[in-house]
């Protein structure tokens, strides 16, 4: 029987379950592939932790959070590189990994298969910033996490006369704070791709004041006023050697309660956009991303990964979900802040 490995890294996101349920149910029903799953990403790879993922394993599982895998940071590349995980492929007797991950992984992912590891991605992430495809799984899931807990913030924010500021996550990209913002009704959105000075969201959050609202402030967590330098201590690296963002809520919360007089209160709604059940849409893209992988290794299209394009899913070279940061392009934040005034 042919066999594939699954394997889900980088931080968990809401549809990774989702995806593993439909490459093994595509896999048997179609194919009659057996599988394994690897834990807790690239570190069961490199260390051989493997868990055989029969098709009982994966019953039910689409509407759960989180990853029945496991996951972890663990860079393949430095962690005993391409011999390993081709020792690790071989002992399994595996034709080829499915890799579910972000940036760095589909980075690894890409690095292992230019050395002939046989490997086919899955683009995952909340961010949504992921270059060859229209749209991540998990994307939906933490806007609607935050939309709910933003719409929260507005009702003790009303009661109080405060001004509410929410941090949301979303890396370098202004996606989940441009669609939560949005969504919720925000009187200002801030994101990194459209620096704006600090007198500009005064001047928003003082004209909400003076149209008898509570202003709300949406900002992106890599979100820097204009003219400021990153203005909070960074936090470190993770282990693709990206710097750990966060800490602009707070600082928003000194500055424009100091600039507006409006007593004013930041929350930073950290992990919680990754966790609980994915939407019924993150359920479906992430199924039949999931269902489309197992096709691709079928074809032997390694190097590829799989991706929305408009309502379809299309197989992409793995090198162009690496090659640039898909962005909130400029369009999208005048037609959000039409809305601010
Ligand atoms: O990439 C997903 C993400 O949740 C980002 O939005 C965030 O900056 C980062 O991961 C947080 O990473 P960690 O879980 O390692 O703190």
Redesign the pocket.
Known sequence: MKKLGILTS??D?PGVNAVIRGAVLGGEVVHGYGFVGFRDGWRGVLEQDVVPLPRRSVRGISRLGGTILGTS?TNPLEGGGTGAVRESLRRNGLMGLIAIG??GTLAAAKALCDQGVNVVGVPK???N?LGATDYTFGFDSAVQTATEAIDRLRTTGESHHRCMIAEV???NAGW?ALHSGMASGAHAILIPEHPVSLDQIATWVLSARDRGRAPLVVVA??FVPEGQETPYAPRGL?TFGRP???GIGRLLEQQLQQATGIETRATVLG?I??GGEPTAYDRVLATRLGLAAVEAAANGSWGTMVSLRGTDIVTVGLELALGSLKVVPEARYREAAVLFG
Do not use: F, K, P, S
């Open positions: 980088g931080g996101c940071r972000g940036e992430t909340i961010d910033d996550m979303g890396r989940i967590e890599a993770d750990r963002l966060g992990h956009q990754r």
